[in-house]
């Protein structure tokens, strides 16, 4: 008898422990079985997340000095205080907004400059997390496949950095027949991902005649390698950006290019008889100097819609609620991150897109030189 209760005992203790791990691990089970609105709208904000940053910081001292060293500050208290009890967060004036305009929060939080589709679905999409050891799988499968060749490698005389904080990301054209969804769309073949798009940019830059370099670096590997994951893929590039800057004085303008989520229908125009992937300009705004990089983003984004009309799907602020935040553009006034393209577009689309682009930077790039001379 004794020996029985033992058992069912074991029994039911492994079931319940069974349970509590699957409960713990799987966040999405007590998320539906627990799901309260209030709290959910609570510890999703951001008031949340700088209240929770800020206890933290006073009980461990070395945390101030890690954000630091990813381009982050610790919150203020007197900053909370004001946010938690007024609802506005300083140096965003859309938060005033939100507060008097019923539903603007829920289709237009970000939206500095709308594009031709000026409409809530045409916001830029994240796309899911890749599965990290499957491209770790094809990349060891390919290992012998060509890359893109460079117009220059002059990484310490150049002055347009180009890179890729998500280099897995690519389009499903060029992915084949089996590759359909856009949670497929991802690769470290950088002749089908956006290191691609990093190369075909290149390339019409130095047409242009400004000196660029292109890091076509591997980050799904390399993240590998230091035991990271997708969450520190800003943090990598950070370090990147800062290796190059220590080497070069001559460096001035730093861009991330990403590609969208969308489907083709958001994110292709044509123009002038001529099919385009269309832009969009990521602007993060948690440092204190975004509004150098908005208006760099500014004069970019106005030569587009005059050049090439509605090309530009428009320009997308992000604080810490939708990602990142920073976006590295604190390193630099002229640092940009650029979605360039949906998960649907072809060559042709991005090649066109990236000759229309470089015009753009490169008019910029010597009207700023001219007003400097002048100066």
Excluded: C
Excluded at 195 to 218: A, P, Y
Aim: charged share 25%; glycine share 4%.
């Amino acid at each position: 008898m004794n020996l029985k209760n033992t058992l069912l005992t074991s029994v039911i203790s492994t079931v319940i422990l069974l349970l509590l791990v699957a409960f713990i691990t799987l966040p999405k089970i007590h998320a539906d079985l627990f799901h309260v609105p209030l709290i959910s709208k609570i510890t999703e904000s951001t008031i949340f997340s700088d209240a929770l940053l800020f206890i933290m910081s006073t009980e461990i001292p070395q945390l101030d000095n890690h954000l630091e060293e990813n381009g982050m500050e610790t919150p203020k208290f007197s900053r909370l205080l004001f946010e938690g009890t007024s609802g506005i967060t300083p140096n965003n004036f859309n938060s005033l907004l939100n507060l008097e305009l019923p539903g603007l929060t829920a289709y237009s939080n970000n939206i500095y400059t709308a594009g031709a589709d000026k409409n809530s679905t045409n916001i830029p999409m994240e796309s899911p997390p890749p599965d990290f050891e499957d491209l770790l799988k094809e990349d060891s499968n390919n290992k012998k496949t060509e890359q893109p060749n460079e117009e220059s490698d002059d990484k310490d005389n150049a002055e347009i950095f180009i890179y890729h904080s998500h280099s897995w990301e690519a389009f499903l054209p060029l992915l084949g027949d089996s590759k359909k969804k856009p949670s497929d769309a991802s690769s470290t073949d950088n002749s089908k991902n956006i290191v691609m798009v990093g190369s075909l940019l290149t390339e019409q830059l130095e047409k242009q005649g400004i000196t660029t370099f292109h890091d076509t670096t591997n980050v799904t590997a390399e993240l590998h390698k230091k035991g990271w994951d997708y969450y520190d893929s800003y943090k990598y590039s950070r370090q990147t950006i800062e290796e190059v800057m220590a080497s070069n004085n001559h460096v001035n303008y730093l861009i991330d290019i990403h590609r969208d989520a969308q489907r083709k229908e958001k994110t292709t125009i044509n123009v002038h008889g001529k099919n385009y992937a269309k832009l969009y300009f990521i602007v993060g705004v948690e440092h204190n100097k975004y509004k150098e990089n908005l208006k760099f983003v500014e004069a970019l984004n106005d030569r587009l819609k005059e050049k090439y009309p509605g090309i530009s799907r428009g320009i997308y602020l992000k604080d810490k609620s939708e990602g990142n935040g920073i976006y590295n553009q604190d390193l630099s006034a002229k640092s940009i991150l650029i979605e360039v393209g949906g998960v649907d577009n072809n060559k042709e689309e991005l090649s066109n897109t990236t000759e229309a682009l470089a015009k753009v930077i490169s008019d910029y790039h010597m009207n700023a030189e001219k007003v400097n001379a002048d100066g």
